[in-house]
C-alpha cells in the first residue's frame, strides 16, 4: 500500500545526501514524498547527533512532529541518523511516541521501517555502522544548479573532542566507479556546481592500498560537464603536493578550500589527537596561498578546549589575525560524553562562549576586510534567484559555499535565471554580504 512521507533532513550536507538517498528508496517502492507533515502518514526525521545542541534540534523536530500525532495531523514518526545511532537505550524511554528507529548503518531499510510502522508496529533497527557504503540513488533536494556528492563514509581521525567515529564508523571510500557513475547522473540532469563532501575527503582511498586517490578522482570529475566544483573537508596533515597540483591546475575546482584547523597551539592539537603542529599548519597554509592565487580559505575554530589557558587563548587569537582566513566557522567546546576529551580538565562552558564571541569578532572584522578588498572587482557569479525582500537577484561567487558563507546581491536590467552564471561588480560590502550589478558583458 502506498504512503505518504515528509522528511526532514537535520545537520551536515552528509545527512543531507543520507535523507535524499532515503526519499528516492521510498519513492522508487511506490511511496509519495510530501513537503509538508501535516497531513502526511508518516514523517522521518533524519537527525545529527554530533553535538548536544544538534540533538536539542532534533528532540525540537521530533516533539513538533509528536504534537501533529496527537493533534491526528500525522500518523506515525520515524527518527533516523546520528541522534538514535548514540543514544540507542535512551530514545525508545525517552521518546516513547516515536514508532520507527534506524541507526547510521541502516538507511536503505527506511522502506521496510515505513511499511512496518504503518502496520501497527514498533521499528528499531541498528546494522553494521562499519558495513561497505551502500550505492543507491538519490531524490535531489537542493537547487537544481547545485549538488553534493558524498565520497566516503566515516572517519579514522579520531579527534579527542569528537564522537563521529562512534556514531559513522571507520573511513570507507566509496568505489571510483560508483562515485564517477553518480556525477554523470548530476552533470547529466543539469548540476552546475558540483560539491564534494565527506567526513575527510583527503583521505579518499587511503582504505583501499594505504594511498591517497583524492587528485585522481578529482581529475575524472573536471572532464565532466561541471562549471565549478567545490572541496569540503580538507584536514590538513593529508594534503600531498599532488592534490595541491590538481587543486592549482584545474580551473573547474574553486580556489575555495575548507580545512578544519580546530586550533594552533602545539600542545591542545597533541592532546586532541589532531596530527601536525603549528609550524606545519603555518607552512601548508603558505604553501597553499603561493600555489593558488586569490585562494580563500574556510576554517573551524573551537574555543575553550581541554588546555587552553590565557596564553594558549592569545596564541590562537594572534594566529586568525596574522593568517587572516576569510571564512571561518567557530564554536565554544562542548564535552561530548563518550570522547577522550570529555574527561580531561577544561575551562567552565561560559568562559569558552566568551572567547568564541572574541573570536567571532575578530573573524568577523577579517571578513569585513576581504570583502572591502572586493570593492570594483568584478566576480564571476552563480544566480540562484530573485530575493523579493531586497529586490534584487542573488548568488554566490566562487568564495561563498550554500547555506554556510554569504551571498551576493546584484542589480540587472535583464532578466537572470537561476543557475545561470554572469559577471557582477562589487559595489558594496555590509554585515558579511556583497552588493553589485551586473557588469557588461565584453
Keep these: ?207 583501499w592500498d594505504g594511498q591517497h586517490h583524492l587528485a585522481e578522482l578529482l581529475e575524472e570529475l573536471c572532464k565532466l560537464d561541471f562549471h565549478w566544483i567545490r572541496l569540503h573537508y580538507l584536514y590538513p596533515d593529508q594534503m600531498d603536493s599532488r592534490l595541491i597540483d590538481v587543486i592549482a591546475r584545474e580551473p573547474k575546482i574553486l580556489k575555495y578550500l575548507d580545512i578544519p584547523l580546530q586550533h594552533c597551539n602545539d600542545g591542545i592539537l597533541r592532546h586532541m589527537n589532531r596530527r601536525g603542529d603549528k609550524a606545519y599548519i603555518e607552512d601548508l597554509l603558505d604553501t597553499l596561498r603561493g600555489r593558488i592565487p586569490g585562494l580563500v580559505l574556510r576554517t573551524s575554530i573551537i574555543t575553550g578546549l581541554p588546555g587552553e589557558g590565557e596564553a594558549e587563548f592569545e596564541e590562537l587569537c594572534q594566529f586568525l589575525w596574522d593568517q587572516r582566513m576569510p571564512r571561518a566557522g567557530v564554536f565554544p567546546y562542548s564535552p561530548e560524553e563518550g570522547t577522550p576529551a570529555a574527561q580531561m580538565e577544561r575551562v567552565d562552558t561560559e568562559e569558552a562562549e566568551r572567547r568564541a564571541e572574541l573570536v567571532v569578532d575578530i573573524q568577523s572584522r577579517i571578513m569585513d576586510e576581504w570583502n572591502e578588498s572586493l570593492l570594483g572587482e568584478t566576480l564571476e557569479v552563480l544566480c540562484e534567484g530573485f530575493d523579493g525582500q531586497s529586490m534584487s537577484y542573488v548568488g554566490r561567487s566562487y568564495a561563498e559555499s550554500p547555506d554556510i558563507d554569504g551571498k551576493i546581491y546584484f542589480s540587472s536590467e535583464r532578466e537572470i535565471k537561476a543557475g545561470s552564471f554572469v559577471p557582477v561588480r562589487i559595489t558594496g560590502a555590509m554585515d558579511g554580504e556583497l552588493t553589485g550589478e551586473l557588469a557588461e558583458e565584453e
Excluded at 553535538?51 to 533516523?80: D, F, H, P, W, Y
Design 1 to 207: 500500500m502506498p504512503y505518504t512521507i515528509h522528511f526532514i533532513s537535520l545537520g551536515c550536507a552528509k545527512n543531507v545526501v543520507n535523507c535524499e538517498q532515503m526519499m528516492a528508496l521510498c519513492r522508487d517502492a511506490g511511496h509519495t514524498l510530501r513537503e509538508t507533515p501535516e497531513g502526511a502518514d508518516a514523517a522521518v526525521v533524519n537527525t545529527c547527533g554530533f553535538l548536544s545542541s544538534a540533538n536539542e534540534e532534533a528532540i525540537e523536530n521530533i516533539l513538533r512532529m509528536s504534537a501533529l500525532k496527537t493533534a491526528g495531523q500525522l500518523k506515525k514518526i520515524i527518527v533516523t541518523g546520528c541522534m538514535p545511532q548514540r543514544y540507542q537505550a535512551e530514545i525508545r524511554q525517552e521518546l516513547p511516541e516515536v514508532d520507527g528507529i534506524l541507526g547510521t548503518g541502516s538507511y536503505k531499510q527506511i522502506v521496510e521501517a515505513v511499511e512496518a510502522v504503518m502496520g501497527g508496529e514498533i521499528y528499531e533497527r541498528y546494522d553494521d555502522i562499519h558495513a561497505p557504503v551502500d550505492e543507491f540513488g538519490r531524490a535531489l533536494t537542493t537547487p537544481e544548479h547545485y549538488a553534493y556528492l558524498r565520497i566516503a563514509e566515516g572517519c579514522d581521525n579520531w579527534c579527542a573532542f569528537c564522537i563521529i567515529p562512534k556514531l559513522r564508523g571507520r573511513y570507507r571510500s566509496r568505489p571510483m566507479a560508483g562515485v564517477l557513475a553518480e556525477a554523470k547522473e548530476l552533470a547529466a540532469g543539469g548540476v552546475r556546481e558540483l560539491i564534494v563532501v565527506a567526513q575527510d575527503i583527503t583521505r579518499y582511498g587511503t582504505d
